[in-house]
């Protein structure tokens, strides 16, 4: 996933030409999940496709890769979510298999009109001197600078609560924090056989409100706690939900200190 998820990193242009190198290499079908290329805030990062990655390397015209490219209407920067309308592109595969992956999608019920039509926007939206050209451009410009302050709202706040560290966000609309655990918070969590920050995102749910998912989800390094969050919700919204954060892991923090009285997870559920 580039831009990523859950970390929103944006992979360098000598990182995506490894990826599909070593794909060919190894004979490895890539699945190219681009849907937030237009999601780029770091100045000093680019989005680089696989398929271009794919070019530049020589792998198409050797036709030495086999590559899937997706896009969709509801991620990246219009972030449509009930818009439900996307595309694959298929490239690299032999005739007789493309043929059947055709067939299956065509037997399959397709994307309603609405998200046809924001697809077909998506790819070729109004052109310099059409009516809505200036208009359509001044919105995306809109959205996109207030998702950039939006992400950098959430990476100053975070770092700024102690036993936080979060990385910036260079694209997507995720952040994934790293979150200091007080130790009986990890004992009452290996008591109850249950990941920590799954315990701390549960009752971050309880206590504010605030919905994210466990970093335990997603196969992080060992010791490492964290949950992945979003800054989708409107600025003003993203600074009261960093106190709110930070509100939240000093409760925490207090209720499983030393001393301090456990309860088990989910019983205030």
């Not at 994210?212 to 390094?221: D, L």
């Amino acid at each position: 996933i580039n831009p990523g998820n859950p970390t929103g990193q944006v992979l360098s242009k000598r990182a995506v030409q490894d990826i599909v190198k070593f794909c060919s290499k190894h004979g490895l079908v890539l699945l190219a999940d681009e849907v937030y290329q237009e999601n780029v805030y770091d100045d000093n990062a680019e989005f680089y496709s696989c398929k271009r990655a794919a070019a530049e390397t020589g792998l198409l015209e050797e036709n030495a890769i086999e590559l899937v490219s997706f896009h969709s209407t509801s991620k990246g920067l219009y972030g449509e979510c009930g818009r439900r309308g996307g595309y694959m592109e298929v490239v690299g595969f032999d005739p007789e298999v493309e043929g059947h992956l055709y067939k299956k999608a065509s037997a399959a019920l397709c994307s309603g009109v609405p998200g046809q039509v924001m697809c077909d926007l998506m790819v070729k939206g109004p052109q310099p001197g059409d009516v809505s050209y200036e208009s359509h451009e001044a919105e995306k410009r809109a959205i996109f600078e207030s998702l950039k302050r939006r992400a950098k709202i959430v990476e100053v706040g975070l770092n700024s609560i102690p036993g936080f560290s979060c990385q910036p966000a260079q694209g997507a609309m995720y952040v994934f924090p790293k979150v200091t655990m007080p130790e009986g918070a990890i004992k009452a969590a290996k008591e109850q056989n249950v990941a920590v920050d799954t315990m701390y995102a549960v009752s971050l749910l309880e206590h504010t409100g605030i919905c994210v998912v466990p970093a335990s989800g997603f196969g992080q390094e060992e010791g490492r706690y964290g949950f992945r969050t979003t800054f989708l919700p409107p600025e003003t919204e993203m600074e009261r939900a960093v106190g709110l954060f930070r509100k939240h892991h000093e409760e925490f923090c207090a209720r499983y200190g030393e001393g301090a009285t456990h309860e088990r997870f989910g019983d205030a559920m």
